[in-house]
Nanobody, 118 residues
Framework: QVQLVESGGGLVQAGGSLRLSCTAS????????MGWYRQAPGKQRELVAR???????NYTDSVKGRFTISRDNAKNTVYLQMTSLKPEDTAVYYC????????????WGQGTQVTVSS
């Protein structure tokens, strides 16, 4: 059974930085895309950034130039480097891994809280 374990969330002041990590463990892990989503209170979960196994990245407009996603395929790990954090970045951040969104190959982490104080 595949599990995604996240780390790196916390409390930071506006303008600060955090780095999130997510590592997949378990047998049968076969995905092409890994990424990060976030959900703020009262809002829908939204894509933050994603990266394919080939290194192609996508970012939501609000984080472009501030966040960087990267991936270590050998370690089944995806990272999200967040800089110039803003209070509106406050949310629970969820790691996702999937293979073309095939339901048999969609995995979510448990979520890690990121809080940015003004």
């Amino acid at each position: 059974q595949v599990q995604l374990v996240e780390s790196g969330g916390g409390l930071v002041q506006a303008g600060g930085s955090l780095r999130l990590s997510c590592t997949a463990s378990g047998s049968g892990f076969s995905v092409n895309t890994m990424g990060w989503y976030r959900q703020a209170p009262g809002k829908q979960r939204e894509l933050v950034a994603r990266i394919t196994s080939a290194g192609i990245t996508n970012y939501t407009d609000s984080v472009k130039g501030r966040f960087t996603i990267s991936r270590d395929n050998a370690k089944n790990t995806v990272y999200l480097q967040m800089t110039s954090l803003k209070p509106e970045d406050t949310a629970v951040y969820y790691c996702n891994a999937n293979r073309n969104w095939d339901p048999l190959y969609v995995y979510w982490g448990q979520g890690t809280q990121v809080t940015v104080s003004s």
